[in-house]
């Protein structure tokens, strides 16, 4: 059963917060410096409407559900998401600090992308974001896809290689590249449970 969402318009064809996706996008799609983001709860939701856009900027849409759970997730740790618009279309990904929200890094945006790229491209990216920094804590994302390829060194997307994505197709060799050079523990890549935690922190809060 998909979870309820409420969408806030700060700035739109008209403001408010709308229950469905659908209404949401009808106020925001092709109107320029629209400034939307989705939550979790109506309360939330509502006490975003009534503050600024800017407080909400780059931050995670989830309330926070994991802290409540009866099982949590290993911390200090790390969750990346990605935000595509259409598929093809513009991609971005980014990875936070999951008890604090906070962006480590933040990629795109890419022309002619996929979700799955994004997510793909996200977890390696925070693998050699710890290397650098000689760390080595779990990393979340709550795609069973790019967790898979992840796993078996192959980006298994079927996007199609175009003169405006040669650059996402760059990073996907030197992914592999890395994977094939690096033995990764089993434990290392982790699946975000949203039935149980809410939205990943590294979420951009959009549909």
């Keep these: 059963m998909t979870q309820q969402k409420y969408y806030v318009v700060w700035k739109g064809r008209k403001t408010g917060v709308f229950t469905a996706w659908a209404e949401c996008e009808k106020q925001v799609k092709g109107f320029v410096?629209?400034?939307?983001?989705?939550?979790?709860?109506?309360?939330?939701?509502?006490?975003?409407?009534?503050?600024?856009?800017?407080?909400?900027?780059?931050?995670?849409?989830?309330?926070?559900?994991?802290?409540l759970a009866s099982v949590k997730p290993k911390l200090p740790s790390v969750c990346v998401d990605a935000a595509c618009k259409?598929?093809?279309?513009?991609?971005?990904y980014r990875g936070v600090n999951t008890?604090?929200?906070?962006?480590?890094?933040?990629?795109?945006?890419?022309?002619?992308?996929?979700n799955n790229v994004g997510e793909?491209?996200?977890?390696?990216?925070?693998?050699?974001?710890?290397?650098?920094?000689?760390?080595?804590?779990?990393?979340?994302?709550?795609?069973?896809?790019?967790?898979s390829w992840v796993a078996t060194g192959q980006c298994r997307t079927k996007?199609?290689?175009?003169?405006?994505?040669?650059?996402?197709?760059?990073?996907?060799?030197?992914?592999?590249?890395?994977?094939?050079?690096n033995e990764l523990p089993e434990d290392r890549i982790l699946k975000w449970d949203t039935t149980l935690w809410g939205e990943n922190p590294a979420d951009f809060g959009r549909k």
């Design 99 to 114: 008890e604090t929200g906070e962006e480590i890094f933040h990629a795109g945006p890419y022309a002619d992308g996929t």
């Design 33 to 67: 410096g629209a400034q939307y983001k989705a939550f979790e709860s109506e309360a939330e939701a509502d006490a975003a409407y009534l503050a600024q856009y800017e407080d909400y900027l780059g931050k995670a849409s989830t309330g926070g559900k994991w802290k």
């Design 120 to 147: 793909f491209l996200a977890i390696v990216h925070a693998l050699t974001w710890q290397e650098k920094h000689n760390l080595h804590l779990p990393i979340y994302s709550d795609s069973e896809n790019a967790i």
């Design 86 to 92: 259409g598929s093809p279309g513009k991609l971005e």
């Design 159 to 181: 996007l199609a290689h175009t003169p405006k994505n040669a650059i996402l197709f760059a990073l996907i060799r030197s992914a592999e590249n890395w994977l094939a050079e």
